[in-house]
């Protein structure tokens, strides 16, 4: 079951720059997509979300952008700090069955200095 | 900031034993799920609640899981015999109501079978 693809197990990007993360979707009865933050022995810790009525979210340095016809989104965060470093997942829900989220692989983000 | 917690961090127990993983939702929420994550592998769904009952659960969540609400604080998930592949990480999650709604997720027990 492949329905929340992010191809990318790792990033390593310096600090201040900007951090790209991909996921692609293939479920095309998804509406709503979330970011979610893991550190380890942590719990998923939820960092922005979008609707499909939009394409662009932004909450201070975080933006996640999305491309309902290509089935993609992508979550920018510039400039990216160490505290940063983490595991980054996505998610996907249907709302109008239920918020069940599809989660991705994760990408593993590491914000040098 | 409120937030969901988890009860035991980790728990070891031994295949064909009975566990009981603890989770207290953030107050006002009224959705409670169950997720987990084997080791490498992606965050799973196992189980939603709502009203005090299942509203939907995945093809994992078979006879030996059930989840109860059973003071209208805690909710917790029950595996009756546990198996060597349950060994994974435990996340409670909880959210305001369904739809647009974001899920806000405990730390996790890690469960571990020998």
Same mark, same amino acid.
């Given at each position: 079951?492949?329905?929340?693809?992010?191809?990318?197990?790792?990033?390593?990007?310096?600090?201040?720059?900007?951090?790209?993360?991909?996921?692609?979707?293939?479920?095309?009865?998804?509406?709503?997509?979330?970011?979610?933050?893991?550190?380890?022995?942590?719990?998923?810790?939820?960092?922005?979300?979008?609707?499909?009525?939009?394409?662009?979210?932004?909450?201070?340095?975080?933006?996640?952008?999305?491309?309902?016809?290509?089935?993609?989104?992508?979550?920018?965060?510039?400039?990216?700090?160490?505290?940063?470093?983490?595991?980054?997942?996505?998610?996907?829900?249907?709302?109008?069955?239920?918020?069940?989220?599809?989660?991705?692989t994760g990408t593993r983000l590491?914000?040098?200095? | 900031?409120?937030?969901?917690?988890?009860?035991?961090?980790?728990?070891?127990?031994?295949?064909?034993?009975?566990?009981?993983?603890?989770?207290?939702?953030?107050?006002?929420?009224?959705?409670?799920?169950?997720?987990?994550?084997?080791?490498?592998?992606?965050?799973?769904?196992?189980?939603? =609640?709502?009203?005090?009952?299942? !509203?939907? $659960?995945? *093809?994992?969540?078979?006879?030996? @899981?059930?989840?109860?609400?059973?003071?209208?604080?805690? =909710?917790?998930?029950?595996?009756? !015999?546990? $198996?060597? *592949?349950?060994?994974?990480?435990? @996340?409670?999650?909880?959210?305001?109501?369904?739809?647009?709604?974001?899920?806000?997720?405990?730390?996790?027990?890690?469960?571990?079978?020998?």
């Amino acid at each position: 079951d492949q329905q929340v693809k992010q191809n990318s197990p790792s990033l390593s990007v310096q600090e201040g720059r900007i951090s790209i993360l991909n996921c692609d979707y293939t479920n095309s009865m998804f509406d709503y997509f979330l970011w979610y933050k893991k550190y380890p022995a942590e719990g998923p810790t939820f960092l922005i979300s979008i609707s499909s009525i939009k394409d662009k979210n932004e909450d201070g340095r975080f933006t996640v952008f999305l491309n309902k016809s290509a089935k993609h989104l992508s979550l920018h965060i510039v400039p990216s700090q160490p505290g940063d470093s983490a595991v980054y997942f996505c998610a996907a829900s249907n709302t109008g069955t239920a918020s069940k989220l599809t989660f991705g692989t994760g990408t593993r983000l590491q914000v040098t200095l | 900031e409120p937030e969901v917690t988890q009860t035991p961090s980790h728990q070891v127990t031994q295949m064909g034993q009975e566990v009981i993983l603890r989770c207290v939702p953030i107050s006002n929420h009224l959705y409670f799920y169950w997720y987990r994550q084997i080791l490498g592998q992606k965050v799973e769904f196992l189980v939603s =609640f709502y009203n005090n009952e299942i !509203s939907e $659960k995945s *093809e994992i969540f078979d006879d030996q @899981f059930s989840v109860e609400r059973p003071d209208g604080s805690n =909710f917790t998930l029950k595996i009756r !015999s546990t $198996k060597l *592949e349950d060994s994974a990480m435990y @996340f409670c999650a909880s959210s305001e109501r369904t739809g647009v709604s974001p899920l806000h997720f405990g730390n996790g027990t890690r469960l571990t079978v020998t």
